[in-house]
């Protein structure tokens, strides 16, 4: 549980967790951070945290207009980024056949969920495993739609999983 309130708040620190001889400045902070976000995937997390977590998870990322797109092969992280109490949108894109893209979102969702704070995630991670085969489907879990696309006959076929905060109010998608 420590681990992932450290990867979702922390997006330099080096891997000194085992060593007792932390800086009063770190311990602090972490314990101010910890106060303010909750350790439970049902806390809420600002993009910038969220693109920190995934960072911290090993994904390489980097920002395209409104989006910060974390990449950790074969798998792209979309996160919409602005002041928003927590991201509106965070998406999975993955490209091929439409059964590798779709396997390939479906083994990074349940850590992109937890480290984003997404919940309910197993419900999430459980409907898109009943979804294979299908090329369009829809749900609502908790406080977000899900969205699944899966592009079959293009150039570049792939899959998407969107999910949209359905309590934001305001700047709530790009452009």
């Excluded at 990867?7 to 972490?30: F, K, N, Q």
């Excluded at 995937?41 to 974390?70: E, F, H, N, R, W």
Aim: glycine share 8%.
């Amino acid at each position: 549980m420590s681990t992932a309130l450290l990867i979702g708040t922390t997006a330099c620190s080096s891997d000194d967790s085992s060593s007792s001889e932390a800086p009063a400045t770190a311990t602090s902070s972490a314990v101010s951070q910890a106060s303010q976000t909750p350790s439970a995937p049902a806390g809420d997390l600002s993009a910038s945290q969220v693109v920190s977590g995934l960072t911290g998870a090993g994904y390489k990322c980097g920002k395209d207009g409104d989006y910060a797109i974390c990449t950790a092969a074969p798998v792209a992280v979309w996160v919409l980024t602005g002041n928003h109490k927590r991201p509106p949108v965070v998406s999975l894109h993955s490209l091929g056949t439409a059964e590798q893209a779709t396997t390939d979102i479906g083994k990074a969702l349940p850590r992109v969920l937890e480290i984003a704070h997404i919940a309910p995630a197993q419900q999430i991670t459980e409907w898109f495993g009943q979804q294979s085969g299908k090329t369009a489907a829809k749900t609502t879990a908790g406080d977000w739609q899900v969205d699944l696309s899966v592009e079959v006959d293009t150039e570049e076929p792939g899959a998407h999983l969107s999910l949209m905060d359905k309590l934001c109010t305001a700047n709530c998608q790009a452009e």
